[in-house]
């Protein structure tokens, strides 16, 4: 079946702009993360998301960066205002429970790259 | 709060060499415990996981024991081939209030020559 997709899968912006990175999810599947891999470092936890409702958005790295998600299924991630440091590759994963011994299925990734 | 530490890389090994690649962890609880593999041009994706003590997952030839008494999930392979070139991510999930968000590793770097 079709796995998680990701769009656009590469986004080059000026400072300053806003940028909307987006997330298909695995049908199904309740719940929702967003992730971030600068590079040459591991990937940071940013939000998660159980239905439509974000319990954990501990890993947001300021008030720049929103996501939401809409009729359990696609997700939205926003930044505003963006800043080099936002350079990164961004990934959406999916997994049927959120629970800890759930399988993470990732997508592709949005390389964003803030001139 | 939880944490993971990989071996530092790069790794470059022959064909057929024994690989081993450390992971060590500090979390709360009982977390459970993965490998994600992110190969040349392609998405992250698992290899394995154990979801408890003691337990050993395994794929492709690739095995990981979750030792509670040392917090480490070491992943190895007997015979390496150059197909097995890629990023190596240690990760946890810790549950309860972490809602089974991923803790990673900074990730290991192999390279297998033929």
């Known amino acids: 079946g079709a796995g998680v997709s990701q769009s656009p899968s590469n986004k080059v912006t000026e400072k300053g702009k806003d940028v909307e990175l987006r997330c298909d999810p695995i049908s199904g599947h309740t719940a929702l993360y967003w992730y971030r891999q600068r590079l040459g470092q591991g990937l940071e936890f940013l939000i998660y998301f159980q239905g439509n409702s974000a319990p954990d958005k501990s890993g947001l790295p300021s008030d720049r960066f929103s996501a939401e998600r809409t009729g359990e299924s696609v997700s939205t991630l926003t930044i505003q205002r963006t800043q080099q440091e936002d350079s990164a590759v961004y990934l959406c994963?999916?997994?049927?429970?959120?629970?800890?011994?759930?399988?993470?299925?990732f997508g592709p990734g949005t390389r964003l790259t803030v001139l | 709060g939880d944490s993971v530490t990989q071996m530092e890389g790069p790794v470059t090994l022959s064909e057929e060499a024994f690989l081993t690649i450390n992971c060590t962890y500090t979390a709360t609880g009982y977390p459970s415990l993965f490998w994600y593999v992110q190969y040349p041009g392609e998405g992250l994706q698992l290899l394995l996981k154990?979801?408890?003590?003691?337990d050993k997952g395994s794929n492709k030839g690739f095995e990981a024991t979750y030792r509670k008494e040392t917090t480490s999930f070491h992943l190895e392979k007997g015979s390496v081939q150059v197909s097995d070139s890629a990023v190596y991510f240690c990760?946890?999930?810790?549950?309860?209030?972490?809602?089974?968000?991923?803790?990673f590793g900074q990730g290991t770097i192999l390279t297998v020559h033929p």
């Open positions: 990760a946890l999930s810790a549950g309860g209030t972490s809602y089974g968000k991923l803790t």
């Open positions: 994963a999916s997994s049927y429970f959120g629970t800890s011994t759930d399988t993470q299925y």
């Open positions: 154990a979801t408890k003590a003691d």
